[in-house]
């Protein structure tokens, strides 16, 4: 059971993170030069276009070609003078991304650009077998970041191509979360490709050894402890009357009724997948701790974690007083309309079209071990067991993880003879803890923002924006033009 | 047949690189410090080692390992104090390598070097599917540079790990020819595992439009030209001789009985593949033009091709008696040693291991476009024909060449991103027209050794070395100092 909750706890997590790229839309913009309907999202037009990438860029006895779904905006592009900023897509619908990552509409016009977001393999419509992509290992084994790495090559190599004035072009990767790391590695494996990336709360180090693995829920805890008196104290608690209770049938019913679950609580494994459920539930409120008001997987208040704590200020209550609380904090996250009829377990984020393909690349390379010990985080203690995940991996996908091949390929901490990277974090997020945080050279810079959650920089302008983020993104745009200035210059002289 | 030619003649080639291994034992030794038998090779001894390498780095479906061969040699290996140098193998049989690397054997002790080499997928004992390894498209399907990079890079974190005293070794790469070419792609994508890389003769432009396709053939005649009167010329005229002579039945047998060769000259397609071995004849000879005797593919004079050209002063010769002089000529490369007995079209090498190999590299990735034009060169006009080439492929191996991929993976001429590479090239050399011969930063470096063939500075030294390659060698160990000191600067400043 352990392993499952870890297991689980990290595909949400993810599947949060594409989901995430609904809320981009909701805040409104600062910035004049973009139009704010009503609606609150903004009008953001771009081509949908296609690609024929090769199935397998590392052998050649699968030579079919899937399409690449790539878009293309190019309202603010200056042929021959601007740039190309190139989104690499993570782990969801293209579209998503291009229409919630406000950051690069809002600086396209200064930077003369062309916007590109390029949906990642398996995601959204680029699924190389089409409806058949997951349904076995064979299929699935051209799922990796080092394919993904290579059609945004091709891809950038092709546009550079066939777009009139684009051949000298600097390109710019930028990406959040799991994009964050492949704009990162974009940047690390092919410079001669992109000039330089800004990498978002792009956890590269939440491998093997590289960072210790409780960090990810320590920092969630801080979140709590910051937002309220007694806060993460009442959720430590929580755990042993949960317990408690579901020791009972009685309590289980109790449990059941209080928490209004569509499926009432029977067996030891309801129980492991209530609290699992639960504990997904902070994660998720660090990881979109906005300082406005915001739609995401449900309709969130402005730092949901404060109105979260708000009913959990008394950890020493009997019970069921401490578990009703529990009820109303968690009430905040999946009822903020008033509109649930009942809560289901097995959905803690919107549905996401990339939750299977995350869960496979999870299963493969993407072993980001997590921990918890109930002293420096509030969630009940979990040991990081490899081997039960790599069981049970085996047993969904017929494929084992390989932890040490991620930071064999991509360097693990000694990145520091690559340059023109951006590592931004966001003080609030819990990936920060496996994050770059901390400047490596003159150009592998790090931009912290204490009061950012999940890639906050990211997002379009907003009236809510705490001067850090306004920092951060002024700092990000001050780079990416010393990257092309000095490709330019370099090219003048020859 | 066009596209033949070129084809075959590239394999030769690189079939002549791996047998090529053989030769570096035979010069004297200068250095004291090392041994120098009656026999005239150094006395090397080595570990001989096996290392479990998933088969596939990039995909997960295949869960299996092969066994990779690589040599340890420690005696100068300091713990703690001292560099890795790391042969990174190329086609072909690592002990050859390993055997006839003479210069890592020559600076180990200064370098207080522990010697590695690694042996190249696919070639020598490493073969991922035993005697099946060469049976069909899919069991080759994990023969790439991609893949055999990735060997090294996990190889290398092995070793760190487990040799004592080695875990903050700098690891330095080292390669000839297309091993040169893996060890500069070494450092570009793996900079984390090695910090520096020596690339000798390592034509990694010699890719799709990065230079002319005719430079070459053109080198080769340079060669020619320069080692005696009317020598190209000589060869220029002899292809007319050889097609008049070939259009009668008399002319075939007697071109057959003059070259003495095993199977007489019958279809136009024999013509054919006696052209090409004729200019594989000449190529090979370029390739191995070295200032001393030596033993090769067959023992070969000082200075080889001025002992060629002293057949070939007469171009303007009838028809049978240039090619009677065509005849003396090739008789020094093939039969120098006089025991000969007839010659066989179908050998311009010594047999090798690798040839396979090659062969099916050159039909994916390896695509190295050479053409001729009887004008700048000695060679009847070839143009450059990628279709016929790839169909030739297809029709051998099941699939189809992609020659865009190596540029677009290893970045073409846009590396100066990278740092810490020494690229060597013999001014005759016909691989230098491929090689990068001018610095592209003071980190990217390239030595010329004017008096050079194929990657002359890898070999041990010998007495009979010209001034320009012992610089180069002293400039090599001057840069590869250069990198292990910052490194360990670096790591005593933290």
Known sequence: MGASRSFGRLLVLFSVLVAEGVRGAFPRLRAASLPDPAS?????????CYFDQKIDHFGFAEDRTFKQRFLIADQHWKHYHGTILFYTGNEGDITWFANN??????????????????????????????????????????????QALADFAVLVQHLKKTIPGAQNTPVIAIGGSYGGMLAAWFRMKYPHVVAGALAASAPIWQFENLVPCGAFYSIVTQDFKKSGNCCSESIRNSWAALNRLSSTAEGLRWLSCAFRLCSPLKTVRDVASFKAWLSETWVNLAMVDYPYKANFLQPLPAWPIQAVCKYLREPKL?????????????????????????????????????????????????????????????FEPQKWDFHAYSDNCFKV???????????????????????????????????????????????????????????????ANSPYDPDSVLQARMLEVHFMKLWVEKIKTHKGRK
Not at 101 to 126: D, P, V
Not at 341 to 353: E, G, K, M, V
Not at 411 to 426: D, E, R, T
């Open 101 to 146: 990552t406000g950051l690069m509409w809002n600086i396209a016009e200064e930077l003369n650009a062309l916007l590109i977001f390029a949906e990642h393999r398996y995601y959204g419509e680029s699924l190389p077998f089409g409806n058949k992509s997951f349904t076995n290992a064979k299929y699935l084994n051209y799922l990796s970041s080092e």
């Open 40 to 48: 609150g999202s903004v009008s953001r037009s771009y081509r949908t």
């Open 318 to 378: 009997p019970d069921k007083a401490l578990l009703k609380n529990i009820f109303q904090a968690v009430n905040v996250y999946y009822n903020y309309s008033g509109d649930a009829p009942c809560f289901n377990l097995s959905q803690t984020a919107t549905q996401s079209l990339g939750m299977l393909g995350w869960y496979y690349q999870a299963c493969t390379e993407m072993v980001m071990p997590m921990c918890s010990d109930g002293v420096n985080d509030m």
């Open 397 to 459: 996908w017929g494929v084992r993880p390989r932890p040490s091949w991620i930071p064999t390929s991509y360097g693990g901490k000694n990145i520091s003879s690559h340059s023109n990277i951006i590592f931004s974090n966001g003080g609030l997020d819990p990936w920060s803890g496996g994050g770059v945080t901390r400047n490596i050279t003159d150009t592998l810079v790090a931009i912290m923002i204490p009061e950012g959650a999940h890639h906050l920089d990211l997002r």
